[in-house]
């Protein structure tokens, strides 16, 4: 005999339908699976997503907290910086060249953060297609966090050299990690410049891959990273599920 068990999951209403199949001869639902409610047993992974740690199917609300407000700062960050390159030299060229470096130290607090949540949790499989594919994403995010840290790590130690400690947000003064060279100086200015465009093409890359994966492959790298999707990897929000069991 066969049958038919849909489940229909609304979620601007949150209302679940549980159609497990009636049992003929009681004309009473079966019981849920051991040890677990009714509710667990028919909501699938992608309703159990949004928990504040990752798990292989998807990323946590830190992860994906700490991801979108990085890339808001890295925006701000830049825009900032190239603001500042215009002006001429003056007080406020300086107000705006502190609050470049304000972000910048906030950037590199949150990337040591990001980086120490990253290795106490799991971590989503990458959804590539080919191996070539998964190794490119990885050497690109190695890429990624090492840049987080060099690119504002090179910024205080160039403001160190020139004798200029780094206010944060007028709230505290960092300590020179080098001491006043202006050919170090010179040499740290190349470094910083040469890594904000090394960050511009791993970002660059970034996103064309996570648009490449979402508009080409039609899988859920893109959307798992978003604050509403947390759970199946394959699963297409909002779609009804339908199984079929032999018995």
């Known amino acids: 005999m066969h049958t038919l068990a849909i489940y229909h999951h609304r979620a601007s209403s949150h209302q679940l339908t549980d159609y497990r199949p009636i049992n003929a001869a009681t004309g009473w639902l079966p019981p849920p699976p051991s040890g677990a409610s009714v509710a667990a047993s028919i909501i699938p992974k992608r309703g159990r ?4 740690r990752s798990h292989k199917a998807g990323f946590g609300s830190i992860t994906k907290s700490l991801h979108w407000v990085m890339a808001a700062l890295f925006i701000s960050v830049f825009a900032v910086g190239w ?3 215009f002006l001429p030299l003056g007080m406020a060229k300086l107000e705006w060249m502190s609050r470049h470096k304000s972000l910048g130290v906030t950037i590199l607090m949150l990337a040591v953060l990001r980086i120490i949540w990253r290795l106490s949790e799991p971590t989503p499989a990458a959804l590539g297609k080919h191996a070539i594919e998964r190794l490119a994403a990885k050497i690109g995010h ?5 840049v987080m840290i060099a690119m504002p790590l090179t ?4 403001s160190s050299a020139a004798n200029f400690p780094v206010s944060v947000f007028g709230l505290f003064t960092l300590p020179n990690l080098v001491a006043p060279d202006q050919g170090l100086f010179e040499s740290l200015r ?5 890594l904000s ?4 093409a791993l970002v660059g890359g970034h996103v ?3 648009l490449k994966h979402h508009f080409i492959d039609r899988d859920a790298t893109l959307r798992r990273m978003l604050p509403a999707f947390g759970g199946n990897d394959n699963a297409d929000i909002g779609a009804n599920t339908t199984a079929k069991e032999n018995s």
Do not use: E, P
């Open 190 to 194: 190349t470094a910083h410049f040469v």
């Open 142 to 146: 190695l890429g990624l966090y090492g």
């Open 83 to 85: 603001y500042m390159d």
């Open 155 to 158: 910024g205080w130690m160039m």
């Open 49 to 52: 997503g949004m928990a504040l």
């Open 208 to 210: 064309c891959a996570a």
């Open 197 to 200: 465009w090394v960050i511009v």
